[in-house]
T-cell receptor
Framework: GQQLNQSPQSMFIQEGEDVSMNCTSSSIFNTWLWYKQDPGEGPVLLIALYKAGELTSNGRLTAQFGITRKDSFLNISASIPSDVGIYFC??????????FGTGTRLKVLA | GAVVSQHPSWVICKSGTSVKIECRSLDFQATTMFWYRQFPKQSLMLMATSNEGSKATYEQGVEKDKFLINHASLTLSTLTVTSAHPEDSSFYICSLISLEDSNTEAFFGQGTRLTVV
């Protein structure tokens, strides 16, 4: 099935550092969502983006909907150990279906 | 956001048997639900779209006779894995779409880990 390209695939960072990850596609999407998934759990919605160019924050998280509608990035500032997990982007196609990115596995070193 | 409850959270079954997974919307009437499958260290792959009162729509490569979907009410969709084989072992997750002010957000159940032995 179709997937979005997400990078980096994994990253190790020190506690307190900022993190940036992005998602790109060859297709245009109407909505971008960012999720965090802990082991053995379903994804939890972090941020939703609805308009090209939109920049939205949720606490230490900031995400932007690319102006071309083909990409999005997620930033995490001042990372803490509980930020560890897998982060997925998801793009919405025209019929409410979401296509997921390949995931970024984040590990925070205390 | 919408609350989605999935049951069971894990199940082990013998090869050849069938397993039913339930997905309930606790605070929202969902005409459409989605079923995803996730293999270890991989992303979520959409299997099918479950439509209340009508047949499910399956993604390419997903066998509809093997993965039976029933969406009999606005709050319940079920996925039945028939004649399960070890290669069906995976993490199955359902989701629903919440429509607020024409913006759509997808909310997920906690997932069901299926192990076929």
């Amino acid at each position: 099935g179709q997937q979005l390209n997400q990078s980096p695939q994994s990253m190790f960072i020190q506690e307190g550092e900022d993190v940036s990850m992005n998602c790109t596609s060859s297709s245009i999407f109407n909505t971008w969502l960012w999720y965090k998934q802990d082991p053995g759990e379903g994804p939890v919605l972090l941020i939703a983006l609805y308009k090209a160019g939109e920049l939205t924050s949720n606490g230490r998280l900031t995400a932007q909907f690319g102006i071309t509608r083909k990409d999005s990035f997620l930033n995490i500032s001042a990372s803490i150990p509980s930020d560890v997990g897998i982060y997925f982007c998801a793009g919405q196609t025209g019929t409410y279906k979401y296509i997921f990115g390949t995931g970024t596995r984040l590990k925070v070193l205390a | 956001g919408a609350v989605v409850s999935q049951h069971p959270s894990w199940v082990i079954c013998k090869s050849g048997t069938s397993v039913k997974i339930e997905c309930r919307s606790l605070d929202f009437q969902a005409t459409t639900m989605f079923w995803y499958r996730q293999f270890p260290k991989q992303s979520l792959m959409l299997m099918a779209t479950s439509n209340e009162g009508s047949k499910a729509t399956y993604e390419q490569g997903v066998e509809k006779d093997k993965f039976l979907i029933n969406h009999a009410s606005l709050t319940l969709s079920t996925l039945t894995v028939t004649s399960a084989h070890p290669e069906d072992s995976s993490f199955y997750i359902c989701s629903l779409i919440s429509l607020e002010d024409s913006n759509t957000e997808a909310f997920f159940g906690q997932g069901t880990r299926l192990t076929v032995v």
